[in-house]
C-alpha cells in the first residue's frame, strides 16, 4: 500500500474519540422527554453538526499500526460490546415512555421515533458490522441482536456470503448499478435482501451435506431473536408499541441501505470470463478520510481496506493514498443526502464514475455490460 504524504509515523491510538457516539443518547432521552424542538436534535447532529465539524477539522490521514493486538484496543472493542444493552434500553425504554407516560403527538411521537431510527442505523447498525465480522462467537451475537432490534437479521449474511465475495458482480445486490437512483435501489435490496442471503445459506449447508431447513441455518436464528423483539414491543406497548418499533426499524434499514449505496456506486469488478472476475481491489470501495464523521462511523469510511481486510478492527483501518482509491468528496453524512435526489446525486457522481473507469480500466471500450451489471459476453462472441 502507497503510504500518505505525512503519515509516515504510525498514528496513535486514542479510544476516546470514538466514544462520541454515546452523546447520541442523552439527545434520544431529551427527545423522548422533552419533544418539542428536541426531536431535532438528533438529526441536526448526525446530519448537520457532523459534516460542519468535518468541514473545519478536516481530513485525517494518519494510519495506526495494522499488526496492533487485540489487548492493546480493549477500549475500542468494549465501545461496541456495550452498545447492545445501551440500544436496547434505548428502544424499549422510549417505547415504554411513549405508550404509558407521554402526551406527544403523533407527529412528535413519530419524530422521536425516526430520531431512534437514526440512531439504531447510524450507530447501531455500524456496531452490528463491526461486531459480526470478527471471528468471537459473543461479538457475533452482539452484532445479530443489534440487528434483530431493526428487523434486519439476514442482513449478516447477505453482507459476509453475499456482498464481501461479489461486490461489484450481478452477484451482489447491494452494490449500486450505474445510473440506479436510490429510491429503485433501496426497492430492489429490499425485495432481493433475504431471497439472496437464504440461497447463500442453502449452498453454505449443502457443502456440508445438509438441507436448508437443518437448526443450523442461522436464517433461524436471525427470525426468532426479531420475533422475541417484536413480542417484546407488543408487551410493553400493545400494537402502537410494535408500530412504533417497526418505525423504527424502517428508518434504521433506509439509513443502512443509503450508506450501502454510496460505497460502491458504480464501481465494478473487471470480468475475466467464464463468469469470473478480478479479486476485490482497494479502488472497488468510495473513500473517505474526513475526522469527524470517521469517529462516528467508527472508520466505515476506510471502506477500501475494509474490503481489503474484512477482519480488521476498525481503529486499525488504514487510509489509500488518493491515487490508489476513488475518494468522496465529504464524508458520508452529506453523501447519503445526495443520494437522495437522484437527478442531483446523477449529476455529481457519474462523470466521478466514467473517470474511475478511464483511470483503472482503460483497456475495457464497452461497458454496457457493466452498467447493467450483466457478465460481458466472452471474447469472440456474436
Do not use: C
Request: no cysteine.
Amino acid at each position: 500500500m502507497t503510504s500518505i504524504p505525512g503519515a509516515a509515523q504510525p498514528a496513535r491510538l486514542r479510544a476516546w474519540p470514538y466514544w462520541m457516539t454515546l452523546t447520541f443518547v442523552p439527545l434520544v432521552a431529551l427527545a423522548v422527554t422533552q419533544g418539542g424542538w428536541a426531536i431535532l436534535l438528533v438529526p441536526f447532529y448526525g446530519w448537520v453538526l457532523m459534516p460542519l465539524l468535518d468541514m473545519v477539522l478536516g481530513r485525517n490521514l494518519r494510519n495506526p499500526d495494522p499488526d496492533t493486538p487485540d489487548d492493546a484496543l480493549f477500549w475500542f472493542r468494549l465501545l461496541t460490546w456495550i452498545w447492545f444493552p445501551v440500544q436496547f434500553v434505548l428502544v424499549y425504554g422510549s417505547l415504554w415512555y411513549l405508550t404509558h407516560v407521554a402526551v406527544h403527538s403523533t407527529l412528535e411521537t413519530l419524530g422521536i421515533m425516526f430520531g431512534i431510527g437514526v440512531t439504531t442505523g447510524v450507530v447501531g447498525i455500524v456496531y452490528a458490522h463491526e461486531l459480526f465480522h470478527k471471528a468471537n462467537r459473543v461479538e457475533r451475537t452482539l452484532g445479530d441482536l443489534l440487528m434483530a432490534l431493526v428487523m434486519y437479521g439476514h442482513f449478516r449474511t447477505e453482507h459476509l456470503l453475499v456482498h464481501h465475495p461479489y461486490v461489484g458482480t450481478p452477484r451482489d445486490t447491494v452494490t449500486a448499478r450505474y445510473n440506479e437512483g436510490f429510491h429503485r435501489y433501496f426497492f430492489r435490496v429490499l425485495r432481493d435482501g433475504f431471497a439472496s442471503a437464504w440461497r447463500a445459506e442453502r449452498a453454505m449447508l449443502a457443502r456440508k451435506g445438509l438441507g436448508p431447513w437443518h437448526r443450523s441455518n442461522p436464517i433461524w436464528k436471525y427470525l426468532a431473536l426479531q420475533a422475541f423483539f417484536l413480542a417484546l414491543a407488543y408487551t410493553i406497548g400493545g400494537m402502537v408499541g410494535v408500530g412504533l418499533f417497526l418505525f423504527q426499524a424502517i428508518v434504521a434499514i433506509w439509513q443502512l441501505e443509503l450508506t450501502n449505496y454510496v460505497e460502491h456506486y458504480g464501481l465494478t469488478r473487471k470480468h475475466l470470463g467464464d463468469g469470473k472476475y478480478e479479486p476485490v481491489r482497494p479502488h472497488h470501495s468510495w473513500d473517505s478520510a474526513h475526522t469527524v464523521s470517521g469517529l462516528l462511523l467508527i472508520n466505515l469510511q476506510r471502506h477500501a481496506d475494509h474490503h481489503v481486510h474484512p477482519m480488521r478492527r476498525y481503529p486499525l483501518l488504514q487510509v489509500y493514498d488518493e491515487s490508489q482509491v476513488p475518494m468522496l468528496p465529504t464524508g458520508y453524512p452529506p453523501m447519503t443526502a445526495l443520494a437522495m435526489v437522484p437527478p442531483l446525486w446523477r449529476r455529481v457522481f457519474n462523470p466521478k464514475v466514467r473517470a474511475w473507469r478511464k483511470r483503472f480500466y482503460p483497456e475495457i471500450t464497452d461497458w454496457g455490460p457493466y452498467k447493467r451489471m450483466t457478465p460481458p459476453a466472452p471474447r469472440g462472441a456474436g
